[in-house]
């Protein structure tokens, strides 16, 4: 069974403070990684997909890493907009219509 | 494209009682899928709908839960004799088949 376990739970960041959110992942064979982030109240919004080990996406103050069995998602000098949950899936091969399964997410609140 | 459209955002419901939402997908989209978010949780899948046909379902998903997609276009999901433990998220997703688009969800309140 495809699993996927996301740390820290919750991360509090000073304006400027960089770090990074791990996602590990265990699955027979891994299609794509999927980065997505999600605000109160609304639907996950598309960040990243990964799919190969040593692939790397950039998009303004993020970048996605993936290994073979972890992907990070590194956030450089954030801003509080940057305030959201971030959510982690894999899609496997041979899931029928392509399914994800994702973690429980990391909540971060970046202060200003 | 205007994105996947889910209504109602909100929907109280009391015990027992039925209650259906709609889902409509962006019109390109071969692929719909239901999936339920509980407070604190990551999206657990419920279904898989290719055109007008449902391929999948989810273990989580019971008797009581019934889902169509007519003709391929927008689709629906029935909560038949709701339940407290019913209260969640509900999102709908399309796919024209890679990378999803989530709609906003329709927040679930059985009291």
């Known amino acids: 069974e495809d699993q996927v376990t996301q740390s820290p739970e919750a991360l509090r960041l000073q304006e400027g403070e960089s770090s990074s959110l791990n996602c590990s992942y265990t699955v027979s064979g891994l299609r794509g990684l999927f980065w997505y982030r999600q605000d109160p109240g609304k639907g996950p919004e598309f960040l990243f997909t990964l799919y190969s080990a040593g692939e790397e996406k950039e998009k303004e103050r993020l970048k996605a890493t993936l290994t073979k069995k972890e992907s990070f998602l590194h956030i450089t000098a954030p801003k509080p907009e940057d305030s959201a949950t971030y959510l982690c899936a894999v899609q496997a091969f041979g899931t029928s219509g392509s399914r994800l399964t994702f973690g429980e997410g990391t909540q971060l609140t970046v202060n200003p | 494209d205007t994105g996947v459209s889910q209504n109602p955002r909100h929907k109280i419901t009391k015990r027992g009682q039925n209650v259906t939402f709609r889902c409509d997908p962006i019109s390109e989209h071969n692929r719909l899928y239901w999936y339920r978010q509980t407070l604190g949780q990551g999206p657990e899948f419920l279904t898989y709908?290719?055109?007008?046909?449902?391929?999948?379902k989810s273990r989580l998903l019971s008797d009581r839960f019934s889902a169509e997609r007519p003709k391929g276009s927008f689709s629906t999901l029935e909560i038949q004799r709701t339940e407290q433990g019913d209260s969640a998220m509900y999102l709908c997703?399309?796919?024209?088949?890679?990378?999803?688009?989530f709609g906003s969800g329709t927040r679930l309140t059985v009291v």
């Open positions: 997703a399309s796919s024209p088949g890679r990378g999803y688009t």
């Open positions: 709908f290719q055109n007008e046909a449902q391929l999948e």
